[in-house]
């Protein structure tokens, strides 16, 4: 399988629509390869990395105030450096240590869903449909536990908790 459509979405009824998120957060619908990435660290061969910065608070806990995300740019080769400095002004910047921000896949790749290749299986027989059913947020075990979540809510509310 050459990896799944990211475009794709599902309306719900009532209007909700579901993307492909939620799927790829459970790590279910990642590649295979995702599981053994050579590039799953600090040591890469190109010239600039750029990723989501998720160690910003540890930086500076102001800087995302809009609440829109931080960019990480690492700068992994002297070329990489010459081509940074030439656009670093046209952008606000601030240094990082890089202990600040080690996500996952700068320290090892991706643990795959143990139901991958079942998922896989699933999306290639059955559509994208049926896999967002099966194993997305309208799930019969996501709906229980929404539910138990809010009987929880409404017991604390009334014992005033």
């Known amino acids: 399988m050459d990896g799944l459509p990211i475009t794709r979405h599902l309306n719900l009824r009532g209007g909700n629509k579901m993307s492909f998120t939620y799927l790829f957060y459970q790590h279910i619908m990642f590649r295979p390869s995702c599981g053994r990435c050579h590039y799953a660290n600090t040591r ?5 990395t750029i990723a989501d910065f998720w160690g910003w608070q540890k930086t500076d806990p102001d800087i995302n105030k809009d609440d829109k995300g931080v960019s990480l740019i690492l700068v992994n080769t002297e070329k990489g450096r010459e081509l940074f400095e030439k656009i670093e002004d046209r952008m606000y910047v601030i240094p990082a240590k890089l ?3 080690m996500q996952p896949n700068l320290q090892h790749p991706s643990v ?3 139901r991958f290749k079942k998922f896989e299986s699933d999306y290639e027989r059955k559509g994208f449909a049926y896999v967002m059913k099966k194993y997305g947020e309208d799930n019969w075990k996501t709906k229980l536990r929404r539910f138990a979540g809010s009987v929880k809510r409404r017991i604390k509310r009334l014992l005033g908790l």
Do not use: G, M, T
């Not at 890469?44 to 600039?48: A, G, K």
């Open 44 to 48: 890469r061969p190109s010239d600039i």
């Open 112 to 114: 795959l869903n143990p």
């Open 99 to 101: 202990q600040n921000c």
